[in-house]
């Protein structure tokens, strides 16, 4: 089961927060906006709403969806998902069993450079 753990970014001070569970004293000061998606990379650094990861496992997903995509919540279908710079989407859920070839290389706030043609 997942964790049920957030992050928030810290606009005056330009710094992630975190990571931090609801109720906690850092969830009274900060926005809980960053959900954990219960996925690590292949470093294990975990996977956050909001974070940007690489790709680079052909034979799993196919060239299509080899690239960097931001990790976001679907509310439509209520889990995960990564969104590449085209604006295709695709099911983090299918991924979960994949973490040894993504790497999570920034996030939207820090590294917003990265999600640019």
């Known amino acids: ?31 809980p906006e960053m959900q954990y998606t219960g996925l690590k990379d292949k470093s294990k650094k975990e996977v956050y709403e909001g974070d940007i990861i ?6 799993t997903w196919g060239d299509d969806k080899i690239g960097i995509y931001k990790v976001k919540w679907n509310n439509e279908r209520f889990r995960f ?17 994949t973490s040894n070839w993504i790497e999570r ?12 043609g």
Do not use: C, Y
């Open 81 to 97: 998902a990564v969104v590449n710079k085209e604006g295709h989407e695709w099911s983090l859920r299918k991924i979960q069993d």
């Open 1 to 31: 089961m997942r964790e049920n753990k957030f992050r928030a970014w810290d606009k005056e001070n330009n710094k992630m927060i975190g990571p931090f569970e609801v109720g906690s004293e850092l969830s009274m000061l900060w926005k």
């Open 54 to 59: 690489k790709t680079e496992e052909r034979q």
């Open 105 to 116: 290389i920034g996030n939207m706030h820090s590294n917003p450079e990265l999600l640019k």
